[in-house]
């Protein structure tokens, strides 16, 4: 079965700190897709970055990075400088090769703090 | 670019009743996906269109619901004889080309549906 696994239930964080979302999936495939998206209380779903497994660099986007970790099957990620803004559900994801369906995990509430 | 919007943004019906929603996806994408998220989870998919076409059915699909997209275009989610269980935010995303593995999914609001 393709499950992912998001931890921490609820985080909160003050403005302007660096704060460490955790995801681990588990999967048989070797070819994949992770993805971290975001809702905001407004309830669209948007992309935050995506990493491909057969990428050893962990992918950027901003203040947004991930720490991938094939081997232990984790996906982490990291939001530097957090903003008000950032205050959302973090939804970890993946995909295998060739599919349509992402696997969501359960999700994190993030609050950031003024 | 004008996103994907679906209608009604929140729906209050009595059980057994049947209801549908609408999906309309971002014009040019020709993949459409039809996801379920209730309170405290993750979206678990449901179905996926490419073009007119629905070429793929998650079990939890049962045969109350039916997804249509009938000219490629926007794409009806109906379900009939509605139960409690059945309350949820029903998501619709679309992508272009070759779909979900290749290009993020572009999600709407959602319907907000509460089954009373």
């Known amino acids: 079965a393709q499950t992912v696994t998001q931890s921490q239930p609820e985080m909160s964080v003050q403005e302007a700190e660096t704060v460490t979302l955790s995801c681990t999936y588990d999967?048989?495939?070797?070819?994949?897709?992770l993805f971290w998206y975001k809702q905001p209380p407004s309830r669209q779903m948007i992309l935050v970055i995506r990493?491909?497994?057969?990428?050893?660099q962990n992918a950027t986007e901003n203040r947004f990075s991930v720490n991938f970790q094939k081997a232990a099957k984790s996906f982490s990620l990291k939001i530097s400088d957090s903003q008000l803004g950032d205050t959302a559900m973090y939804f970890c994801a993946f995909i295998i090769q060739g599919a349509q369906k992402l696997v969501f995990g359960q999700g994190t509430r993030l609050t950031i703090n003024p | 670019d004008t996103g994907v919007s679906q209608d009604p943004r929140h729906k209050i019906t009595k059980r057994g009743q049947n209801v549908t929603f609408r999906c309309d996806p971002i014009s040019e994408h020709n993949r459409l996906y039809w996801y379920r998220q209730t309170l405290g989870q993750g979206p678990e998919f449901l179905t996926y269109?490419?073009?007119?076409?629905?070429?793929?059915k998650s079990r939890l699909l049962s045969d109350r619901f039916s997804a249509e997209r009938p000219k490629g275009s926007f794409s009806t989610l109906e379900i009939q004889r509605t139960e409690q269980g059945d309350s949820a935010m029903y998501l619709c995303a679309s992508s272009p080309g070759q779909g979900a593995y290749y290009s993020p999914l572009h999600f709407g609001n959602g319907t907000r549906l509460t089954v009373t």
């Open positions: 269109f490419q073009n007119e076409a629905q070429l793929e």
């Open positions: 999967t048989s495939e070797n070819n994949y897709y």
């Open positions: 990493q491909e497994a057969y990428k050893q």
